[in-house]
């Protein structure tokens, strides 16, 4: 199984909404990433845990907040967002490169949530 | 600053014709990842580059990795309608989880 799943492929909310973002893999990735996306634009990296624990914040504001509660899953609560915030948000995972085994780095992302912000 | 620049930004080739994308790195990675994007949808791996002096090749896509220069190439042989989308390649420092993308590079292949 070499697939990431994310749900849900599209969300529309209003600025005072609370929703949640969800990423699943089974691959036995210790590392989990979400990244953000506007159009003609390259990936932007929000979040990566390792081995569960928050590795990386790039500095995000807090109306996102990142949860791994197991190796497999990743959620992104949202709250009170603003229309700019409006993109594709990718889930991602890899192998980490403190695991044991070939360590490629290769990362696998998921089909992505389109998000809209009212 | 840590920056990967692709070129060119667009590409717009016939079918039939080859064509190369260059991605420059600025890190000491011995590692470069190539990734493909349709439109509206997500990334797509394509090649993973793990030492210098790397050739990858899957159907009309080559790829390869000189990390003295620090440069990757990905070359089209032969370009299908099909190959038009958006390629990103991307660095990586072992030891960080810190992908660096490049600007990616739109291709259109005409019929």
């Known amino acids: 199984d070499t697939e990431v799943t994310q749900t849900p492929k599209h969300l529309v909310m209003g600025m005072t909404n609370k929703k949640s973002l969800k990423c699943e893999q089974h691959m036995g990735h210790r590392a989990m990433y979400w990244y953000k996306q506007k159009a003609k634009k390259p990936p932007e990296l929000m979040f990566v845990y390792s081995y569960e624990k928050l590795s990386i914040n790039e500095s995000v504001p807090s109306r996102f907040s990142p949860e791994c509660p197991n190796s497999s899953l990743l959620n992104l609560h949202l709250h009170a967002l603003q229309p700019e915030d409006s993109a594709l948000y990718l889930c991602?995972?890899?192998?980490?490169?403190?695991?044991?085994?070939?360590?490629?780095?290769?990362?696998?992302f998921g089909e992505g949530s389109r998000l809209t912000v009212l | 600053e840590l920056k990967v620049e692709q070129n060119p930004l667009f590409l717009s080739m016939q079918e039939g014709k080859n064509y190369t994308i260059y991605c420059n790195y600025s890190?000491?990675?011995?590692?470069l990842y190539w990734y493909r994007q349709d439109p509206g949808k997500s990334l797509e791996s394509l090649f993973v580059?793990?030492?210098?002096?790397a050739v990858k090749q899957e159907g009309r896509l080559m790829a390869s990795l000189d990390t003295k220069a620090r440069l990757s190439t990905l070359h089209i042989t032969a370009a299908v309608h099909d190959l038009s989308a958006t390629y990103f390649c991307?660095?990586?420092?072992?030891?960080?989880?810190?992908?660096?993308f490049g600007t990616g590079t739109r291709l259109k292949v005409l019929a």
């Open positions: 991602a995972s890899s192998q980490d490169w403190l695991q044991q085994g070939s360590y490629t780095g290769e990362l696998f």
């Open positions: 580059l793990l030492s210098n002096g």
């Open positions: 991307a660095d990586l420092r072992v030891g960080t989880y810190k992908y660096i």
């Open positions: 890190t000491t990675s011995d590692r």
